[in-house]
């Protein structure tokens, strides 16, 4: 867990905050001679990742590179927008398509995830208009709500 404290704030500093953020800790030292820890890498935020049924996590970022992988197969430009919602074992996949939007997304779509997050999972895929920003402003394409 990252804890950060922000003492030069404006509004209220922030003392040992957790932000949920998931990093990567580097074993070099920081520039400056501070003996303290240093960040190499941020992954994410640490309820962003997938839970698979048995239990294992991955990156929510499977679904970023699977929606990009319909390009390679000619579906390109099939999805405008979409946002998975992940409630325990059942995904809901909302999805803003274009004219070109057919079923072989939503085929190509659950082949994927059933090989990379299980069988023992259930999508379901709904078609949109549009889709809501969370009420920070943020416009983020998965959530686990389990």
């Known amino acids: 867990d990252v804890f950060v404290t922000d003492y030069h704030n404006n509004s209220m500093p922030l003392i040992n905050y957790k932000n949920n953020d998931k990093v990567i800790l580097s074993d070099n030292s920081c520039i400056c001679g501070r003996n303290t820890r240093i960040i ?16 294992n996590k991955i990156s929510q970022y ?5 929606i990009k992988e319909l390009d390679d197969i000619g579906l390109d430009n099939c999805v405008l927008k979409y946002k998975i919602i992940q409630n325990k074992n059942k995904f809901q996949i909302l999805i803003v398509p274009s004219q070109k939007y057919n079923e072989k997304v ?13 069988k023992e999972i259930i999508i379901e895929f709904s078609l949109v208009d549009s889709i809501p920003r969370d009420k920070s402003g943020k416009l983020r394409f998965f ?3 389990n």
Do not use: C, N, Q
């Open 40 to 55: 190499s890498y941020i992954e994410g935020r640490v309820d962003d990742y997938i839970i698979k049924p048995d239990g």
């Open 62 to 66: 499977l679904f970023y590179y699977i």
């Open 106 to 118: 939503e085929e190509y779509i659950k082949t994927r995830l059933y090989e990379k997050i299980g």
């Open 143 to 145: 959530l686990r709500i």
